[in-house]
């Protein structure tokens, strides 16, 4: 299921959520004008790394943020951004730009500490803004449950765009990360993705979003 549209209706412009869009497309645009070496001497530098973290836990905390904004191709920006777009306003709408960027923060925060504890024997660098991501979709979740999201279907080969309850769209997301995140455990290949980590940050933005909510939905 691709996203296309959501149904709410945010009442204000959502100043923080295209800056966020917007710097993150600054940093891949400038990741793109690196050659290969140069590309994974940042990627290895400003990424997170699993083991750094767990063994360096006060001094890993910069590469938590700065990990948030660095993206692995076009296909990782553009999906990220994208989802960004479509359920981000709204969140900023309940919250206010200065709460949001902070829920935006702390949800990437987790996702990336909850990925690093179960997968702390990995070297390889952790990039994207997904976790976070996954931290503003839990909290749509609980703030828009009544909403639908016009999402891109394929049946039988042919897509069709269907308006999805977005309570079934976003748990149905939720719960593909967590089975895909529960066979890495057991040896199971990620495929580069880092599961957990939106299973993190998803949690989160559930289970906190009612700290930084402040206004009632209208939509």
Do not use: K
């Not at 765009?161 to 040896?187: K, N, Y």
């Not at 495929?191 to 939509?219: D, K, N």
């Amino acid at each position: 299921m691709i996203p296309l549209y959501d149904t709410a209706r945010s009442r204000r412009v959502p100043l923080v959520n295209w800056l966020l869009i917007g710097l993150n497309v600054l940093v891949f645009l400038y990741e793109i004008r690196l050659g290969p070496s140069a590309l994974d001497r940042l990627t290895a530098t400003w990424g997170l790394v699993p083991t750094r973290l767990m063994a360096h836990p006060a001094t890993a905390w910069i590469a938590i943020l700065t990990s948030m904004f660095l993206h692995g191709g076009w296909f990782h920006i553009l999906s990220n951004m994208w989802v960004l777009f479509i359920f981000g306003d709204n969140v900023e709408d309940r919250m206010g730009g200065g709460r949001y960027l902070t829920f935006y923060l702390l949800s990437g925060a987790a996702a990336a500490v909850l990925q690093s504890f179960l997968m702390r024997g990995s070297q390889e660098p952790m990039i994207g803004a997904s976790g976070a991501i996954a931290g503003v979709l839990g909290a749509y979740l609980i703030l828009y449950p009544r909403a639908r999201v016009a999402s891109l279907v394929p049946i039988f080969f042919i897509f069709t765009v269907i308006e999805i309850p977005a309570t079934i769209f976003l748990l149905f997301w939720f719960v593909s990360q967590l089975f895909s995140g529960w066979l890495t455990l057991g040896g199971a290949s990620g495929s580069g993705v880092a599961w957990w980590a939106h299973v993190g940050g998803f949690v989160f933005g559930m289970l906190t979003v009612q700290a930084f909510a402040r206004r009632a939905a209208y939509y």
